[in-house]
């Protein structure tokens, strides 16, 4: 049998037994499918461990000793999430604490139970985790679109389980109704306001504001910008976003003076916690009387300054690394949103 480094398609044969080894690229790990998409984890990296761990598997099967699930295989849900987490080690930090957020959310909601025992009923219930918080009147405050990224979470949970072998069924996940809410940005005034107080009380972090409003980059990948990825050349900035993917971001000479005199390596900006960053700006946003906002505005202002100097969507998409052009158009909305707000001065009242 030969397992092709790369190969998603490696059809093997052992003693009448048919299977399919293959290399999943996000993980890196080895899987066997012996049934059309039921998979089971080699739970190994290495070509030749997964060759000899595939061939154990198909003599067991011949001998009808190997089935897809089996009772000592089934784990707790905690048990399993360790091992969901172990082998998702590539993802981002930020990933994986989701993962664990989601998991451990629905783990509250219906028992640590076998992952095998999973069934509709448990995400009926999950679904309405937001219905209790807020009908109990608790502390912790859980939204809808909360509630989805959980599913969202879970779903994918759910599947690794089944190609694990230790989920035969995945239960039908339905994200909840959520009404459109347009993104937040800044006023023309708020922004004059809060950039002229950040540099008069933190110049630091004054450059940094205007990166964001003149890229639409994220905090994260601010903070993870470095020397070594910005080509002057061509005017390009590499940043690692959403998923750990990089996408590139073009510098023009207001961005590229808030990023200070260039350096042949190292971090661009202040390298801290995203939550210091959140601390930051709230602070620096009290101070200039601008209350209600969040350093994530400043992100949805560039994106809706884009769209005032009329620059193409698709452009846009891309500059701000959306994977989905619908989440670049809901910009239009807001602008619209903004020009009757401005119209509105024009009325006698």
Same mark, same amino acid.
């Given at each position: 049998m030969n397992i092709m480094a790369k190969?998603?398609?490696?059809?093997?044969?052992?003693?009448?037994i048919k299977y399919l080894v293959f290399k999943r690229a996000t993980s890196g790990y080895w899987y066997i499918e012996i049934k059309r998409k039921v998979n089971k984890s080699l739970k190994t990296k290495n070509a030749a461990q997964a060759k000899t761990i595939a061939q154990a598997m198909a003599n067991a099967l011949d001998k009808k000793k190997f089935v897809v699930l089996k009772a000592k295989d089934d784990k707790l849900l905690s048990e399993y999430l360790e091992d969901y987490i172990d082998n998702r080690s590539d993802l981002s930090q930020k990933t994986l604490k989701q993962d664990k957020t989601a998991i451990q959310c629905f783990i509250?909601?219906?028992?640590?139970?076998?992952?095998?025992? *999973?069934?509709?009923?448990?995400?009926? #219930?999950?679904?309405?985790?937001?219905e209790y918080y807020i009908g109990t009147g608790k502390k912790r405050v859980i939204t809808k679109i909360s509630v989805n990224s959980y599913l969202r979470h879970l779903k994918t949970f759910l599947r690794q389980a089944q190609e694990d072998g230790l989920l035969i069924d995945i239960p039908k996940i339905k994200m909840l109704k959520v009404g459109d809410t347009l993104p937040k940005i800044l006023t023309a005034d708020q922004r004059k306001r809060l950039l002229n107080y950040a540099f008069k009380n933190d110049h630091r972090f004054y450059m940094i504001m205007t990166f964001a409003l003149f890229t639409g980059c994220r905090r994260e990948e601010i903070i993870s910008a470095r020397w070594e990825n910005y080509d002057r050349e061509s005017g390009l900035l590499t940043v690692r976003g959403k998923g750990d993917k990089e996408r590139q971001v073009? *510098?023009?000479?207001?961005?590229?003076? #808030?990023?200070?005199?260039?350096?042949?390596?190292?971090?661009?900006?202040w390298q801290v916690h995203p939550d210091t960053y959140t601390h930051k700006y709230q602070a620096l946003a009290t101070g200039a009387m601008v209350f209600g906002t969040r350093f994530h505005f400043l992100r949805h202002s560039a994106a809706t300054q884009m769209l005032e100097k009329e620059i193409p969507l698709e452009i846009i998409q891309k500059i701000l690394g959306h994977s989905d052009i619908k989440s670049t158009q809901i910009y239009a909305k807001v602008l619209n949103k903004e020009m009757i707000s401005q119209m509105q001065k024009l009325s006698n009242g």
């Open positions: 190969s998603f398609h490696v059809k093997s044969e052992e003693k009448g509250d909601v219906v028992g640590d139970i076998k992952v095998s025992m *999973i069934r509709q009923s448990h995400i009926n #219930a999950f679904r309405k985790i937001h073009p *510098i023009i000479k207001e961005s590229s003076f #808030a990023m200070g005199h260039p350096k042949a390596s190292g971090p661009i900006f």
